[in-house]
């Protein structure tokens, strides 16, 4: 069969599986448990002797439709889906590592995963923070015992780009796991498997689902980690073929044993988002570029901070790497301008927290979700106090254009 265009494989994903009664989209299962005939079969499930579904915490039809697009938009062998982006990130690390082992991690991280990883910093497991936009920091800090090197796609909120490509080819050659948050830029924008990477995050809430009405996260296995080579995996694990044993744990020691699990609510709704992600994407991408272009020329405005504009330090590397831009960018004010009264001024821009909404959604970025960093920490990762970040939708752009036209005016 021919391949088909991103589009119309992921409209035509729920079909694929012959749902019941010829629905277009896969139907909600709210069931928790799985009711066999034969008892035997149910113990043939629960060993993995056989396929099928035993318990909601673990499996549910409506979740593994949600997986197996995810699976199709990353071009990967599987997918574990959860309740959050967190989540994913979180019970991944927690299954694959061991006290004594070392992760390397871009210093420009989303607020929360500083979080987790000072939390795992606390469980014994040692990690390393690095420019992560040059690979020789990467390899600088690399050592023995070091097991995943952690990335994300654009950063938030100053959007700088990791030198994926550079780290990717590294990680290879050292054979260590090549983990890329793909939240900012989703896999309409960009494909992670083409640098490399061993897993790929996606907080489903943000862009993938679009609508803010619904959380999730998901990690999918590209396929090109040798997980022979990984000494973590449990030997339990070890049945299935090679290229699963690491999304096998993932499911098992992560979703399964930690329980954040996505409901099959949340996941319709996700699946249902993901439809309009390339038009969505798109139309918010060139919505920030416009905005970008006008923040970046205006008086009370110190820097704009977006890859689609030509004096950003990795504008190259993001013309090279992504389809387009992004719909995430940051200013920061001149002197004696309020970040807060600038929002406050604001009419079509929502001041909120999250992400890849169809709404335009500002927030300012030290006072909210960075604060609890401190402000040394803030300042190393070039976050200032009047940084304002904000998430594009897809309004009309005349209508956003006078909005910070109005609203930056003194």
Not at 238 to 263: A, F, Y
Not at 297 to 314: I, R
């Amino acid at each position: 069969m021919t391949k088909k265009g991103f589009s119309t494989t992921n409209l035509h994903s729920d079909r694929k599986d012959n749902p019941e009664h010829g629905v277009l989209h896969k139907a909600i299962h709210p069931s928790v448990a799985y009711g066999y005939d034969d008892a035997r079969e149910l113990a043939e499930v629960f060993q993995g002797k056989k396929a099928g579904y035993n318990y909601g915490r673990q499996l549910n039809p409506t979740v593994t439709a949600l997986q197996n697009r995810i699976t199709a938009m990353e071009e990967g062998v599987a997918t574990v889906a959860f309740s959050t982006g967190m989540a994913a990130i979180a019970t991944s690390f927690m299954s694959l590592l061991r006290s004594g082992d070392h992760i390397v991690s871009s210093a420009f991280l989303f607020g929360n995963t500083n979080s987790l990883f000072g939390t795992l910093e606390n469980l014994g497991i040692e990690i390393s923070y690095v420019d992560a936009t040059d690979v020789a920091a990467v390899k600088n800090v690399t050592r023995g015992n070091t097991k995943i090197v952690f990335v994300e796609t654009i950063a938030n909120p100053v959007t700088q780009v990791a030198d994926l490509a550079a780290i990717g080819d590294f990680c290879k050659s050292e054979k260590l796991i090549y983990v890329v948050d793909n939240t900012m830029t989703s896999p309409h924008l960009f494909l992670p498997k083409k640098v490399s990477a061993s897993l790929v995050v996606n907080s489903l809430t943000k862009y993938i689902g679009g609508h803010g009405n619904a959380l999730g996260g998901s990690i999918t296995d590209t396929g090109l980690f040798d997980w022979q080579s990984f000494d973590n995996i449990f030997e339990h694990y070890k049945k299935e073929q090679p290229n699963l044993w690491g999304i096998t744990q993932i499911k098992k020691k992560g979703l399964r044993d930690m329980g954040s699990t996505l409901g099959p609510e949340a996941a319709h709704h996700l699946a249902v988002g993901s439809e309009t992600l390339p038009m969505r994407m798109d139309r918010a991408s060139s919505n920030a570029q416009q905005l970008a272009e006008l923040c970046n020329t205006h008086a009370s405005v110190n820097n704009t901070y977006y890859p689609g504009l030509s004096h950003h330090p990795q504008h190259s590397r993001a013309r090279q790497l992504f389809n387009s831009f992004g719909a995430i960018f940051s200013i920061d004010l001149i002197d004696g301008i309020d970040c807060f009264d600038v929002l406050n001024k604001m009419e079509t821009v929502v001041s909120s927290s999250n992400l890849g909404d169809t709404r335009t959604l500002g927030i300012p970025v030290a006072h909210t979700i960075y604060f609890e960093m401190g402000a040394e920490r803030r300042a190393s990762m070039g976050i200032t106090d009047s940084l304002l970040r904000f998430s594009v939708g897809i309004e009309d752009i005349s209508d956003l254009l006078d909005d910070f036209h109005q609203a930056l005016n003194p």
